[in-house]
């Protein structure tokens, strides 16, 4: 597994662990959007971030929930990824 996630993963990650499809070409597009503007609740962002703890086995920073798009929670998962790599 690759040590940063890509906009395909995020978007599988939300489907998965929120519920909420959204295709990668649209989530690209929508960088900058909020999560709500996606469908995304708090909720679904805390189910996002454990289900990367899980897959990576590290736990991921507290303001990785509090994100407001995706641009923001990428920047910062893949540089705490990048930390423990």
Do not use: W
């Not at 998965?16 to 709500?36: H, I, M, N, W």
């Not at 609740?41 to 590290?58: A, F, K, M, P, Y």
């Amino acid at each position: 597994m690759s040590a940063q996630i890509t906009v395909e993963e995020l978007a599988d990650l939300m489907k998965k662990a929120a519920g909420v499809t959204v295709a990668p070409q649209e989530l690209q597009q929508r960088y900058d959007s909020a999560f709500d503007a996606l469908g995304i609740d708090s909720l679904g962002l805390l189910g996002i971030v454990g289900e990367l703890e899980n897959r990576h086995g590290t736990p991921m920073p507290p303001d990785a929930e509090r994100c407001k798009t995706p641009r923001q929670f990428l920047d910062l998962v893949n540089t705490t990824l990048m930390a423990g790599a």
